[in-house]
């Protein structure tokens, strides 16, 4: 009987004291309403990483706390994840906003700004090791952080996203849109690309975000030529350009693309026969991201 007492405290332990996902109230200014959810580790690093994991159109902050396993490498490394989450536009980012394609403006980039700058504050977390990650939706909204917003994001991950300001100016970025020009492969030159991501912050002369962008050749949803568009777009930006293609990595349906000497700044994977799917692999984000080793 006393065993069964102790076991019973122990397991109310772990239930009070374990990490999990939780919803944080007023974090600062919140122009379009969205929703902040954290994950804190119980063994946080000193001067922590922050990941921040957008979720793809139709999803949540909470569905994409467990559409990866970067909760589990959060706990073995101390890193802090931020989960924002949009009621808005079916649940899809408004990357189509001229608020969030200019630094400072408004939308749900600045949201997702102020969310970061609280988890900074709050937890003393490092500021020149924030990054942001997406699927989908997700991963248009990593663009557009990554543009509009350099002085934050130290690097980004965009999985079957578009380009930063693909969608300026339509009605709205959802699959049910009627514009649908940016998802089937909107194309520019490299330099028209690159000027939408410096016209989204005029002026900004400091370092830019290295970024690692993924894509599934048979997705028919966000047509593959988005990644290859986004490619151009950020090859202008880094000044950096494709040297060599790498079969095989990180398995055998992808190709790397990698840019410049070592891929350090820019890289590209492309997957054969995947679809509008997650093709996340934590292990070489992290690498990307430079949180492991």
Request: charged share 10%; net charge positive; with cysteine.
């Amino acid at each position: 009987m006393q065993l069964k007492s102790l076991l019973g405290l122990a397991a109310l332990a772990d239930t009070a004291f374990g990490a999990s996902l939780q919803q944080v109230q007023n974090w600062g200014t919140n122009p379009s309403r969205i929703q902040m959810y954290i994950y804190v580790p119980d063994k946080l690093a000193t001067k922590p990483a922050i990941i921040v994991a957008l979720h793809p159109c139709g999803g949540t902050g909470q569905q994409w706390f467990s559409g990866t396993r970067l909760p589990s490498f959060a706990d073995q490394n101390g890193f802090i994840l931020i989960y924002p989450s949009t009621p808005n536009m079916s649940n899809c980012w408004d990357v189509q906003n001229a608020a969030s394609l200019t630094h400072g403006q408004g939308g749900d980039a600045l949201g997702v700004v102020q969310q970061v700058n609280y988890t900074i504050s709050k937890y003393k977390a490092d500021k020149d090791r924030v990054y942001v990650m997406g699927f989908s939706s997700g991963g248009m909204m990593t663009n557009v952080l990554a543009g509009s917003y350099p002085d934050v994001f130290e690097a980004g991950a965009a999985y079957s996203g578009t380009p930063h300001a693909c969608f300026a100016g339509s009605p709205s970025a959802t699959p049910f849109a009627a514009n649908q020009t940016c998802a089937q492969g909107l194309t520019h030159t490299p330099e028209q690309w690159g000027a939408f991501v410096r016209n989204s912050y005029p002026g900004y002369t400091g370092r830019r975000p290295r970024m690692q962008i993924s894509h599934g050749l048979a997705d028919n949803l966000v047509r593959p030529a988005c990644a290859y568009e986004a490619l151009k777009q950020w090859s202008n930006v880094l000044g950096v350009s494709l040297t060599r293609n790498v079969t095989g990595v990180p398995s055998s349906q992808f190709t790397q693309h990698i840019y410049g000497t070592d891929g350090s700044q820019l890289q590209g994977f492309f997957g054969q026969g995947v679809g509008h799917a997650s093709t996340v692999n934590e292990q070489q984000l992290l690498k990307f991201f430079k949180i492991i080793s």
